[in-house]
């Protein structure tokens, strides 16, 4: 399966630079074939949080925003725990040097580490990371 990262999820639901091609590589993977965790889901809405305080979301669309989550949340992505040993696989994660890791980021790569998962991110820190580590990403075609 393939580990989405908020950063993927995030650019799906709301307006950015590359939301259109998340949105059509996202269209091109089939049930079941994408996961993430609910470390996901508290990034989801604290970035959401922050569109809507910062004033680059209404309030109205913020809701929509998280409903519309909620629904892919539900239908599409297959919601994985986060088992207890990925906490210390996470720090250790933040402890190697040149990882360049942040907890948030370590903690994603762990969860998709101990599940045997590829990573998608849009993050490039957490790519890069992600190499330093040895997790596998897949790489999103983005035309700027």
Not at 31 to 50: M, Q
């Amino acid at each position: 399966m393939i580990y989405c990262d908020t950063s993927l999820l995030v650019a799906a639901l709301t307006p950015e630079a590359k939301s259109g091609a998340v949105q059509a590589w996202l269209r091109t993977l089939g049930l079941g074939e994408l996961c993430t965790s609910p470390w996901t889901a508290t990034e989801f809405s604290s970035a959401v949080g922050l569109k809507a305080r910062t004033g680059k979301m209404s309030s109205d669309h913020k809701s929509d925003v998280l409903t519309q989550w909620r629904k892919l949340q539900t239908d599409q992505l297959v919601m994985i725990p986060v088992p207890g040993d990925a906490f210390d696989l996470a720090a250790r994660f933040c402890d190697m040097s040149g990882s360049g890791l942040r907890a948030g980021d370590a903690l994603h790569l762990a969860v998709a580490s101990l599940g045997g998962h590829t990573m998608a991110t849009l993050d490039v820190r957490m790519r890069d990371g992600a190499a330093a580590i040895g997790v596998p990403t897949v790489s999103i075609q983005i035309r700027d």
